[in-house]
């Protein structure tokens, strides 16, 4: 054999007998180490103990000893979400393919269900189906099949004042946040415009300069 001991394959791979690498060529297997049944080399390889030999392409004659060879076919198995369903994301959030929980490490990423592209974990996600598979990290094999997963990255927008410019208020009104008006509900404030500390609505208002988020009510999504 071209590499002695085990012979190692992946599922996803679909190998055959005639996958198997070895220093000759014309090489027939069968069950067992005399007699035994012809296994033809374009049979699918599935893990177990089988013996070549080598047929002279003149005579026909096979070699009287046979080889024995151990086949182990690797499937890691289907990955699994965390959390079943629709995976939601928010897009200020800037969240990549690294960013889906599942249930188990090592996934990898396709555009398709069977062949594709393969995504780096670090891209950046955006609303569609994608395709994940588990890879397994000592053989580098992939499940033979591949986990069809929905991603959903919502912007709700950038909020409006109902009147553009500095708002003004009189402080014998006791003004708060929620007292600044916008085109749109669910407003959130932060006193930064990346990060900062939220700011509750109910909060009394000061001068300075504050920064409005719009929050999607149904996803509890944020801009």
Sequence with gaps: MVTAG????????APTFASVQFNQANIVWYTALT???LIPSTTALTSGTYYAAIQDATTGCESVERLSVTINVTDPGTPTLLTAGTQNFCLANAPTFASVQFNQAN????????GGTLIPSTTALTSGTYYAALKDEASGCESVERLSVTINVTDPGTPTLVTAGTQN????NAPTFA??????ANIVWYTALT???????????????YYAALKDEASGLKV
């Excluded at 085990?6 to 791979?13: G, M």
């Excluded at 996934?107 to 069977?114: G, H, R």
């Excluded at 007292?179 to 749109?184: H, I, R, T």
């Design 6 to 13: 085990t012979q190692n394959f992946c599922l996803a791979n």
């Design 179 to 184: 007292s600044v008006q916008f085109n749109q």
């Design 107 to 114: 996934i990898v990423w396709y555009t398709a269900l069977t």
């Design 169 to 172: 208020f009189c402080l014998a």
């Design 35 to 37: 007699g035994g049944t």
């Design 195 to 209: 990060g900062g500390t939220l700011i509750p609505s109910t909060t009394a208002l000061t001068s300075g300069t």
